[in-house]
């Protein structure tokens, strides 16, 4: 089992079996919103990025762009979104749309699911509101993490780029909990990209995909307590012979 502390990449190093350390940081990576103020050495944040770009893409072209920000710049950019007035259940997603325009099963479901659990975890009521709200824009303080980062990718570039994004962002989280960090996507920051672009000199052609929180996870915080669950293979799985 990985150690959860700072020393878990080392750990692995020492001759952990090399299944036993991907299945662990597989296991154990989940989405945080609630973290540590406690700095993250930025040698660290170097490392994790470069393994995350060992992911495979097609050609080799690395669709990927990565915009590392802490402290001032970070503030900034939580500053502009929450200064903006626009609510997260209204904003436009004007360069590329995450959700589909009408929700139906079993993903409908799925989603409410996880929704529920979190509130519930929190104590939110299903019609407190403005509570369910101050919550959502947790996600433009990057749930209090150290780092935040904004990944984008060329706008020229087709689907299959945008598949090897994913598998490039989910190289990076799981880099980052064999560290002993934990981490949060956050598709949030996505609509925003006008408040976050002149921050952080992003050219007009590239896309803001997400955002990502990078940190140590806040144990003590109700939302890091609940588990959300996967479908068995059966629901999703065909054997074909």
């Known amino acids: 089992m990985l150690a959860p502390d700072k020393q878990a990449g080392e750990a692995s ?3 952990l079996d090399i299944a036993e350390t991907i299945d662990e940081a597989i296991l154990t990576r989940r ?3 609630a973290f540590l103020p406690d700095p993250v050495d930025d040698l660290l944040i170097r490392e994790i990025l470069e393994l995350g770009s060992r992911a495979p893409s097609g050609t080799n072209m690395q669709p990927w762009k990565t915009y590392v920000t ?3 710049v970070k503030d ?3 500053q502009a979104i929450l200064d903006s007035g626009k609510r997260a259940e209204k ?3 004007d360069e590329y749309r995450y959700y589909p325009d009408k929700f139906f099963d079993p993903y409908l479901t799925r989603r409410r699911t996880v929704g529920f659990a979190l ?5 939110i009521q299903r019609r407190e509101v403005e509570r369910m709200r101050a919550q959502h824009d947790r996600n433009f303080l990057f749930f209090d993490a150290p780092v935040g980062m904004i990944f ?3 706008r020229r570039l087709n689907k299959g780029s945008w598949i090897d994004h994913g598998m490039f962002l989910q190289t990076v989280m799981l880099a980052a909990r064999a560290r002993g960090l934990h981490t949060c996507p956050q598709a949030a920051f996505a609509p925003y990209h006008r408040e976050i672009r002149p921050i952080l000199g992003i050219p007009d052609e590239e896309v803001v995909v997400c955002g990502m929180a990078v940190g140590y996870e806040d144990c003590d915080k109700p939302e890091n307590n609940f588990r ?3 479908a068995p293979l059966e629901e999703w799985v065909t054997f074909v012979e």
């Open 31 to 33: 989405s945080v919103r």
């Open 152 to 154: 984008t990718i060329d």
């Open 76 to 78: 900034a950019i939580s």
């Open 91 to 93: 904003v436009e997603w």
């Open 119 to 123: 509130y519930d975890a929190l104590g």
């Open 13 to 15: 190093r020492d001759g």
């Open 70 to 72: 802490k402290g001032a």
């Open 228 to 230: 959300t669950e996967r």
